[in-house]
């Protein structure tokens, strides 16, 4: 793997486009000297400690950029490989403290921290006279979070600037310290170390997306959450600002929560002027709507919950799935409910998800946004749904990343026939009945048969 196809702008180009996305106001005085450091580095046969280095970095910069997941594995690998080179050739300290946060960045936290308190260690007894040691190297640092972006935009270019590789490893080393002190409590097993979090570890956000003609479907959601004890403070709707009036009838429940304009949110306006009413599941113009479902998640993972939960308005909830969630997100990124059919990985139903605020969530976000932003051109029908569905099946390592919900306790419309009747033989021999946390009137199309479905399921709330 070479690295022709990142570097066609030129190492320096790339390298400062880098260093001024994470901090924008940094001024250009300090690259004079760092054109002369990468120019000087042998980037197709890295020989020194300062080659393999900023080979990584250049690869980690890659991986930042990239919206395929296998490709950003792959990057991550290279760097990972030319850090541990660099190590065991030369046993460079900025290459130490470049690989703990690559394995930071990757959820091996306790390898992270073994790295860190090592290097800390073994720099002391250095001898700073050491060639390989003391030159300076290229640095990188993550910016998926704010946290993240808030160290960062003040130290690259004062690293940058410090005297000595050595001096370079003790401050990256120190970054990286200061960033776990501040994000949410170290754990070895969570995978959200690297989370844009800047509310409390346990926060959740409650996302509806729709279009027009929803505004009886909304208040019946909005009352089964309230049923479970849930505040409605919690919730977020994001609509077309042309929209807005069908939500009319939510003062009547009281409703605490934030109603969000989708042009607030994203400079795409094309397929919004036309949402003022509902389009069917399969047509075009459904499927193009559907893009701001990624969209609207996104956001609100960027205000800094530690997960976004996205609820259909054709589900009603009727016990409370939030402790549930919550757990999931410790070990995995996303929680999502499946449609009940066969095949293996399951198909996914994206009616109701949860995202926990991580990397991994971020970058599956960024991916699906590309990837239907593509596919609107040739094939507008496909909804969101879809995409979710192809990105996976495209992309198998995701899996592991992926908690599948139970159908019994997420239940789809699959299930309806089953919660609509009674059978007294049957319930006299069974040790426990099914009991949904959550009821998906999807598997019909129309919103009669949808209301149709909640009702004779017991699932419609308003008289």
């Known amino acids: 793997m070479t690295y022709d196809n990142l570097l066609d702008n030129g190492e320096i180009f790339a390298y400062c486009e880098y260093v001024q996305g994470c901090c924008p106001e940094v001024g250009l005085d300090f690259f004079d000297d760092l054109e002369i450091d990468i120019l000087n580095t042998k980037w197709e046969e890295p020989e020194s400690a300062i080659d393999f280095n900023n080979v990584a970095v250049m690869a980690l910069i890659a991986a930042d950029n990239c919206n395929d997941l296998n490709e950003r594995d792959l990057y991550i690998e290279y760097a990972i490989e030319a850090l541990e080179k660099g190590i065991l050739f030369t046993d460079s300290p900025l290459c130490k403290a470049h690989l703990a946060i690559v394995h930071h960045l990757i959820g091996e936290f306790d390898k992270s921290i073994e790295i860190c308190h090592k290097a800390l260690s073994e720099i002391l007894q250095i001898n700073t006279d050491n060639h390989f040691s003391s030159l300076l190297g290229i640095i990188y640092l993550p910016r998926y979070s704010s946290t993240w972006r808030q160290i960062i935009q003040g130290e690259i270019p004062n690293i940058l600037r410090l005297e000595n590789g050595i001096k370079q490893a003790i401050a990256l080393i120190s970054e990286l310290m200061r960033y776990i002190a501040i994000s949410e409590n170290y754990s070895p097993k969570s995978t959200t170390s690297l989370l844009d979090i800047t509310q409390p570890p346990d ?40 929209s807005i009036v069908d939500l009319k009838d939510l003062g009547k429940i009281d409703f605490s929560g934030q109603i969000t304009a989708i042009e607030d949110i ?7 002027n036309d949402s003022s009413e509902y389009h069917d599941y399969g047509s075009d113009r459904f499927g193009t709507f559907t893009i701001h479902k990624w969209k609207a998640i996104k956001y609100t993972l960027s205000q800094g919950f530690a997960k976004v939960i996205y609820t259909d308005v054709d589900i009603a909830w009727r016990q409370s799935p939030i402790s549930m969630l919550h757990h999931i997100s410790q ?39 590309e990837l239907h932003s593509s596919v609107a051109q040739t094939n507008p029908e496909f909804h969101d749904q879809i995409i979710f569905n192809n990105l996976i099946h495209s992309n198998p390592s995701l899996i592991k990343n992926l908690f599948f919900l139970s159908e019994t306790r997420f239940a789809c419309g699959l299930s309806a026939k089953l919660m609509s009747i009674s059978d007294e033989m049957i319930e006299s021999i069974q040790t426990g009945q099914p009991d949904p946390m959550i009821f998906h009137a999807n598997w019909t199309v129309g919103l009669l048969n949808k209301k149709s479905m909640l009702q004779r399921t017991n699932n419609w709330f308003i008289p």
């Open 266 to 272: 994203t400079e795409d306006q094309e397929n919004l």
């Open 203 to 242: 926060s959740y956000k409650i996302v509806i997306v729709i279009s027009g003609g929803l505004g009886e479907f909304v208040t019946n959601t909005l009352i089964s959450i309230k049923n479970c004890g849930i505040t409605l403070e919690n919730i977020e709707i994001f609509t077309p600002r042309n």
């Open 331 to 369: 070990m995995y990124d996303l929680a999502i409910q499946t449609e009940g059919n066969s095949g293996f990985p399951p198909h996914c139903c994206t009616g109701f998800m949860s995202f926990a605020n991580t990397a991994i969530s971020h970058q599956i976000l960024d991916s699906l946004i």
